[in-house]
């Protein structure tokens, strides 16, 4: 059974940081492009940030150079570093992991930014 499970959401100021962590189980965790996306009330879900199998990112327009995306293979484990947080990055934020037939997402977390 494959999971994927987020924590590190919360409330916080804006121009404040959070770290998400996404611990995954039930796949070959090495094998996966892993990414964040958020969902805003209202909103579609849109990406936040992507990292290969082979450690390339990539970011959304509205995130880069303000979020960093990681993983750590030994610990399954796909992280977010979110900076200098802003009202409108209020969204849940969903873990994702992906290879060419198969696609996984978690449960959500929601991030709040709001004084």
């Known amino acids: 059974q494959v999971q994927l499970v987020e924590s590190g959401g919360g409330l916080v100021q804006p121009g404040g940081s959070l770290r998400l962590s996404c611990a995954a189980s039930?796949?070959?965790?090495?094998?996966?492009?892993m990414g964040w996306f958020r969902q805003a009330p209202g909103k579609q879900r849109e990406l936040v940030a992507v990292?290969?199998?082979?450690?390339?990112?990539n970011y959304g327009e509205s995130t880069k150079g303000r979020f960093t995306i990681s993983r750590d293979n030994a610990k399954r484990t796909v992280y977010l570093q979110m900076n200098g947080l802003k009202p409108e990055d209020t969204a849940v934020y969903y873990c994702?992991?992906?290879?060419?037939?198969?696609?996984?997402w978690g449960q959500g977390t929601q991030v709040t930014v709001s004084s």
């Open positions: 994702n992991a992906a290879r060419i037939g198969n696609t996984y």
């Open positions: 990292i290969t199998r082979g450690g390339d990112t």
């Open positions: 039930g796949i070959l965790f090495s094998n996966y492009a």
